[in-house]
């Protein structure tokens, strides 16, 4: 996550860098002087504005960014437009922003009103100008996805010193969310998809202006990136005549939305922009932001990020610091449904699995609840992270024990069915703790439409869902449940039986952009392969999300944006695995509701699931799960 935040940061920093040259230049005056921009430059002696500037050296767009910032740090991110202002003016005294033509026109007036001691509203309702989108990406690093309406507000609260209009707070919400999507899913489509979703609402929050709608301009400047594909000129030139590259905000926030889209990669998109004339540092600010979220610092060229710290004598390692530890305070997230089985679990101890005509003696023998789904409910219990265990729960003698075990473990279902019992599973765990399950279905696979109408789904933002139950009867109504309530974050753990559920089931729950979490030879037999790194692009390419397979002893491999990982896994003495890939998955899930990355979510299911797998059945007791948890060798 740090990663990306830093790419946020130095993104809108290259970016305006990259743009400042030509800063406020038609497009025909940029291509007579400059011909083609090609790396970072001087400010222009012939620009009344850029002059000034030394390669490398960012404008009012970063510095007022950053400044927020440091307003934001020193009142526990709770915005104070007093305190803002007064850091907005402490900086343009100290850049003599007033006398050298640095601060926008919205801006100027609004700041020489506060110094007055005068309330700038009246001037600020009406104001059309990009000056609080130019400044509001790191904003979006503060949030979610999910927390559309908290991220409105914020921008607002924020932007309310200079800028409180509908179109000012609707595109700099836009932006903020752009920043937010493309942190959260590094994909173009879901940026625009989520940008484009906080418009309403946000145009909601400021005075009425006679203003243009910022969505139909963002979706005609997608459709130019589409049609231009193959040609930047020609994209550019459509973009500056077509959207217009100005100062206001309802033409610099879609140019930016769209070169974001079209490059989506942090140094040619500063290129894109600066070439495009208009106000080139503020949409390369904007867009190279949205870009640097979805890259992160390390995609970033080395020389480009050592040139922004020279330039301007900063390093934005602290400012990071405190966006991820806010983010992480910010971002926990409303919970997950688990959508699953409770069964009873029989658990067989045996030296070994028999043939076939032979008798093979029990050393040992238990009762208790099991499946898939309350397994991993059981860990987000543990993590204290709000879940609803949505397994039906049947009439007879396996329900009757199943009701009694979640009553004392402190859980319960909401679905309640009658003249049907529960399944129930012989788990074999042979000497060495490897287990073999025979299972005999009941209740569990026989999901009904109606019994969904119970769930509070606002209360949520992910949603758990096994192979099991999928593979069933019940998996049409599964899948009909997800495709209604496209906004959770789906985690799907096909299990063993994944190449016996049906491909169209499987195809319609693959465009719901699952996060797949699965073992080596559930990897491999479904993909056809024998490489996990292959299986791994395989599943990614199938869901258009992240992949997770766990290597018993060997870790976990992480295929994310692109990349491969290995996760070390924790070393622990194999008592029995029932359970060990529930809690792992869980864990995962109960991290990322926590606000971290896959990669520490991994860290930490890593260590949950040795301890699962070092004692007898899939659950573990709160001293043990603390002590996993804490357990960083």
Same mark, same amino acid.
């Given at each position: ?402 009701? !009694?075990? #979640? $009553? ?5 279902? /909401? *679905?309640?069915?009658? &003249? ?83 491909? !169209?089931? #499987? $195809? ?5 952009? /699952? *996060?797949?979490?699965? &073992? ?94 070092? *004692? ?18």
């Amino acid at each position: 996550m740090k990663n990306h935040i830093l790419g946020t940061l130095y993104g809108m920093a290259i970016g305006d860098a990259m743009g400042m040259p030509p800063e406020l230049w038609s497009r025909k005056r940029c291509l007579e002087y400059y011909g083609k921009i090609t790396d970072f430059l001087d400010g222009c002696p012939e620009n009344i504005i850029s002059y000034q500037y030394k390669a490398g050296q960012f404008t009012d767009d970063t510095s007022q960014a950053l400044t927020i910032l440091d307003s934001l740090i020193e009142t526990d991110f709770i915005p104070n437009s007093q305190n803002i202002a007064t850091h907005i003016l402490e900086w343009a005294e100290k850049e003599h922003a007033f006398e050298n033509n640095i601060l926008g026109p919205t801006s100027k007036v609004a700041l020489k009103l506060f110094q007055e001691g005068k309330s700038a509203k009246e001037f600020s309702d009406e104001s059309v100008s990009n000056g609080a989108a130019m400044r509001i990406a790191p904003i979006g690093t503060l949030f979610s996805t999910t927390q559309k309406e908290e991220l409105c507000r914020y921008v607002a609260a924020v932007s309310s010193v200079t800028h409180t209009s509908d179109i000012t707070l609707a595109g700099a919400s836009m932006i903020a969310m752009a920043v937010a999507s493309a942190l959260e899913y590094h994909d173009r489509e879901k940026m625009i998809e989520d940008a484009l979703s906080v418009e309403e609402y946000a145009m909601n929050l400021g005075a009425s202006t006679p203003s243009p709608s910022l969505g139909a301009r963002t979706k005609l400047g997608i459709l130019l990136a589409q049609t231009y594909a193959n040609d930047e000129t020609a994209f550019l030139e459509n973009i500056y005549n077509v959207i217009g590259a100005g100062v206001n905000t309802s033409e610099s926030v879609p140019a930016a939305l769209a070169i974001a889209y079209y490059s989506f990669d942090v140094r040619k998109c500063a290129l894109l922009c600066a070439n495009l004339g208009g106000d080139t540092d503020t949409i390369g600010a904007m867009a190279a932001a949205i870009c640097g979220a979805a890259q992160g610092l390390s995609e970033i060229p080395e020389k480009d990020i050592a040139l922004i710290q020279k330039s301007n004598q900063i390093d934005f390692t602290k400012i990071c610091r405190c966006n991820h530890q806010k983010k992480g305070a910010n971002q926990m997230g409303k919970g997950c449904i688990v959508i699953g089985a409770a069964m009873l679990d029989i658990v067989m101890e045996i030296d070994r699995i028999p043939k076939s005509g032979t008798d093979v003696y029990a050393k040992g023998q238990s009762m208790m609840v099991g499946g898939c789904a309350y397994n991993v409910a059981d860990i987000l219990k543990h993590f204290g992270v709000n879940y609803t265990l949505f397994a039906p729960i049947g009439t007879g003698m396996y329900a009757d024990f199943i009701r !009694k075990e #979640l $009553k004392k473990a402190g859980h319960e279902s /909401p *679905v309640h069915c009658e &003249n049907s019992d529960n399944g129930y599973c012989l788990c074999m765990v042979e000497a060495d703790g490897e287990r073999t399950f025979l299972t005999v279905p009941g209740i569990e696979c026989h999901f009904q439409e109606e019994w969904f109408s119970s769930l509070a789904v606002d209360s949520y933002d992910s949603v758990y869902v096994s192979g099991y139950e999928l593979e069933g009867d019940g998996g049409d109504a599964i899948l009909n449940f997800l495709e209604s309530n496209q906004e959770l974050t789906v985690y799907y753990a096909p299990g063993p039986r994944i190449t016996y559920i049906d491909p !169209k089931k #499987l $195809k319609r729950l693959y465009a719901l952009h /699952p *996060v797949m979490h699965l &073992n080596e030879l559930e990897a491999l037999t479904s993909t056809n392969t024998d490489d996990i790194t292959q299986a791994a692009e395989i599943l990614s390419k199938s869901t258009g999300n992240t992949v997770l397979i766990t290597l018993g002893k060997q870790g976990v491999h992480l295929f994310e944006n692109g990349t491969h990982a290995l996760v070390s896994s924790k070393q622990a003495t194999v008592v029995d695995t029932i359970g060990a890939g529930d809690s792992h998955i869980g864990s995962v899930i109960a991290m990322r509701t926590m606000g971290h990355s896959f990669l520490e979510a991994i860290s930490t299911a890593n260590r949950i699931a040795a301890k699962v797998v070092s *004692v007898k059945g899939p659950i573990i007791t709160t001293e043990e799960f603390e002590n996993a948890k804490q357990d960083e060798t």
